[in-house]
């Protein structure tokens, strides 16, 4: 994703944005101007900046943690036949269950702080993590298998030196739909009960019919985003030429 697409693609929206407006003559407080949304920006950017570092520290140690435990159960899950038909199933399964429908549990275990919006965070992006690493250790040449027995290599060295270099471009992709789903998970954490974030403030500023403050948090919340979604496509990319250096 290319800043000139992004800057294209932002200007085409604000564009049907105002004409919407203009069309439909929608009063300010259904749905604000381009305009009014930046004015309200600017009059609460120290409001909007502080929130806006609570969320994105809680996005950024989600996916950390989440990456961390996703890549730790998809080497156990290939190394061990058991652990995946014992695992995988369960992890399957545990998806069947909306994500969002635990929030207000997380909220009761872990307090109204930062902690159950990490934990949110890290539980939506888990499992596309994992999934996606896993089908990259799993998904190997049957030449690689045949040379390492014929070598006599161990499971271990196997996977040091084949697997998990051949799934570096899996765990890339993996990552960018993380680097989405996980500022989802910290905004529903803040709905749910908080008293800082970016979701804290929607909510706010919809209970006293600031809807241009509303769309301001928002249209922060989206900026982070895209650049979370931006930085990790990079290291998706260097992961994946990494892995081509390695192959060759």
Known sequence: MKAR?????????????QATVWVTGAPHFILPSPGRVALAAFDSRVLIAENAWITAVEVALGLLIGTFLGVVTAIQLALSKT?????????????????????????????????????MAVLIIYFPVTSAFHDGLTRIDRGYRDLSHAMAAGKYH??????????????????????????????????????????YLMLLANGRAKIDLMFASLIVLACLTVILHVAV??????????AQGVET
């Open 5 to 17: 697409d992004i800057l294209l693609a932002s200007l085409v929206g604000v564009g049907v944005w």
């Open 233 to 242: 496509g990079a290291l998706a990319a260097r992961l994946t030429r990494y």
């Open 83 to 119: 652990a995946e038909r014992l695992m995988l199933p369960i992890l399957v399964f545990t998806q069947s269950v909306p994500v969002f429908a635990l929030a207000p549990l997380l909220t009761l275990w872990f307090g109204y702080g930062m902690a159950s919006k990490i934990a």
């Open 158 to 199: 196997f996977m040091r030196h084949v697997q998990i270099p051949n799934a570096l471009p899996s765990l890339g992709s993996g990552l960018k739909l993380a680097a989405v789903y996980a500022p989802i998970g910290a905004v529903i954490g803040e709905w749910v009960g908080a008293s800082k974030g970016l979701g």
